[in-house]
């Protein structure tokens, strides 16, 4: 029985945020176009296992900075997430080639994609990073999608990162606008929860790293949290939902790192926790409310922990 929902393409199909979203999709019965760099690496053995992949799922092999390869992906297709970016965990020598090529021309070769093939909505994965970095912003004010990161002050404070989500952000509504594509951008914080793949991502390490490191302190930042799958159902609800439109937070939980550690270890007390924690930056909180006008839920940050520890387990990354 074919699917009858119609063609979505999701780009960055075998990472961690993609593949929850390959998942959703095929469970709620559409047909799915994922790319990734190479279908017959390993890396990516998890997507054929989803339910319904066997016929519904069809990989591209396609690298967002070569157009020819990311159309072929997005042909026939009605709706695009545009989840593929790279999440450095660490400082990257070369931001430019490493992070800014691929963001922002990234973004604009899949946008031109998707107007050449007449897709009806693209939703591009932004993130909090390109709100939240705005000195000018009002102390103490919860930052809503009004609020974009300050590219200057990105570029003096050396957050290739944050730069390189509020350029590919930005130019994707400057695109829409001249072309008339339909873009919506959802702009999530630090993405945790269970894993799909069998690799180790950027955002995963930060819970990984208390477990196991035992460091002696870490910095008690302030750390504004979101479900994977919840991430996952925001952007289906940014693509389905008609009166969609510009971008949205995406963020669940406020929680400072001493709280989130002593949560882990209040559930799981025999790992290898840090012993001190020293005090770091000041509390800058997002607003996540017009996604919740829009019919978006959260789960508590007790199920994300649980189901991310068990997924760690289950993978054998913690042994």
């Not at 469970?27 to 054929?48: C, F, I, M, N, W």
């Not at 302030?222 to 009166?243: G, M, S």
Request: aromatic share 8%; charged share 25%.
């Amino acid at each position: 029985m074919a699917a009858t929902k119609g063609t979505l393409c999701v780009t960055g199909a075998g990472g961690y945020l993609g593949s929850w979203v390959v998942q959703l999709l095929l469970s709620k019965g559409y047909l799915v176009h994922g790319t990734v760099r190479e279908p017959t690496d390993q890396k990516y053995a998890h997507l054929s296992k989803l339910e319904k992949a066997s016929d519904n799922l069809k990989l591209f092999k396609a690298d967002i900075l070569d157009y020819n390869n990311i159309y072929s992906a997005i042909e026939g297709c009605s709706g695009v997430f545009h989840v593929a970016s790279p999440v450095p965990s660490a400082t990257v020598p070369n931001p430019e080639v490493e992070l800014m090529e691929p963001a922002v021309k990234g973004t604009l070769n899949v946008l031109k994609a998707c107007a050449q093939a007449k897709v009806k909505r693209v939703v591009v994965v932004s993130s909090g990073a390109a709100v939240s970095m705005n000195p000018s912003w009002p102390k103490g004010q919860l930052m809503d999608e009004s609020c974009w990161s300050n590219k200057e002050y990105c570029i003096s404070t050396k957050n290739w990162y944050c730069l390189s989500k509020t350029k590919a952000e930005s130019e994707a509504f400057e695109y829409g606008k001249q072309s008339g594509l339909d873009v919506v951008t959802v702009c999530p914080t630090l993405i945790l929860g269970p894993i799909l793949q069998s690799t180790v991502n950027a955002s995963s390490k930060v819970i990984i790293k208390f477990l196991k490191e035992g460091y002696e302190s870490v910095e008690n930042k302030f750390r504004l949290v979101v479900d994977v799958r919840d991430v996952a159902e925001a952007l289906l609800l940014a693509y389905e939902k008609p009166e969609a439109e510009g971008r949205y937070i995406c963020k669940a939980h406020a929680v400072w790192t001493k709280d989130l550690v002593e949560k882990l270890r209040s559930i799981y007390p025999k790992y290898n926790y840090p012993k001190n924690f020293t005090e770091a930056g000041e509390e800058q909180d997002l607003s996540s409310e017009k996604l919740q006008r829009l019919g978006w839920r959260y789960r508590s940050l007790e199920e994300t922990l649980i189901d991310s520890v068990e997924s760690y387990r289950k993978a054998g990354i913690l042994d």
